[in-house]
């Protein structure tokens, strides 16, 4: 199926680093959806994004809906351990539909 | 807080073997949906419920795989027979009626042998 494109693939930091990444797509989506996944379990939702241009933050964690409503970003600033993990952003294409597309995934780890 | 249930977490089976899995959504989310996630990618969904109906199961190996939610709360999710390729996270979320924010369970990790 269509996944949306997220960048960068991997990122290796060091803690107090700030991370951003992001999500693309040629499509236009309605909802942009970051989520969080550790080893072993499943996605947990970080920040839920409605409109266009909407920034939204979440602690340490800022994520804003792109103004084209093509792309999406996610921040978080000064890491720390336990925010290793992989990434993944999620769009919902048309409204009436809840279905989403999901991106290909962003790995962070922290380098001791 | 609410949370979505999931169970068995493991399941080790042998090919050819029936394996079924049970979810659990958030009370009042009207929307369940079935994925299967591969090492290293993103969840792909097999089917998504609205109360009792199926809205898309498009993705669903309908020669092998089925899924239910007859009374529109909890579904089972089953495989008959498993293949060896079926290995991988099988994970259920919920989300309320006409929004597309999903909460996910812990998942199910399915091994085929």
């Known amino acids: 199926g269509q996944q949306l494109n997220q960048s960068p693939q991997s990122m290796f930091i060091q803690e107090g680093e700030d991370v951003s990444m992001n999500c693309t797509s040629s499509s236009i989506f309605n909802t942009w959806l970051w989520y969080k996944q550790d080893p072993g379990e499943g996605p947990v939702l970080l920040i839920a994004l409605y409109k266009a241009g909407e920034l939204t933050s979440n602690g340490r964690l800022t994520a804003q809906f792109g103004i084209t409503r093509k792309d999406s970003f996610l921040n978080i600033s000064a890491s720390i351990p336990s925010d290793v993990g992989i990434y993944f952003c999620?769009?919902?294409?048309?409204?009436?539909?809840?279905?989403?597309?999901f991106g290909t995934g962003t790995r962070l780890t922290i380098i001791p | 807080e609410a949370e979505v249930a999931q169970s068995p977490r493991y399941k080790i089976t042998e090919k050819s073997q029936a394996v079924a899995f049970w979810c659990d959504p958030i009370?009042?989310?009207?929307?369940l949906y079935w994925y299967r996630q591969i090492l290293g990618q993103g969840p792909e969904l097999l089917v998504q419920f609205q109360d009792e109906s199926v809205v898309d199961d498009s993705q669903l190996p309908k020669d092998r795989f089925s899924a239910e939610r007859l009374k529109g709360v909890d579904s089972t999710l089953k495989i008959q027979p498993a293949e060896l390729g079926d290995s991988a996270m099988y994970l259920c979320?919920?989300?309320?009626?006409?929004?597309?924010?999903?909460?996910f369970g812990p998942g199910t990790r399915l091994t085929v042998l």
């Open positions: 999620a769009g919902q294409l048309r409204f009436g539909n809840e279905k989403l597309t």
């Open positions: 979320a919920s989300s309320p009626r006409g929004l597309a924010t999903q909460y």
């Open positions: 009370s009042g989310h009207a929307t």
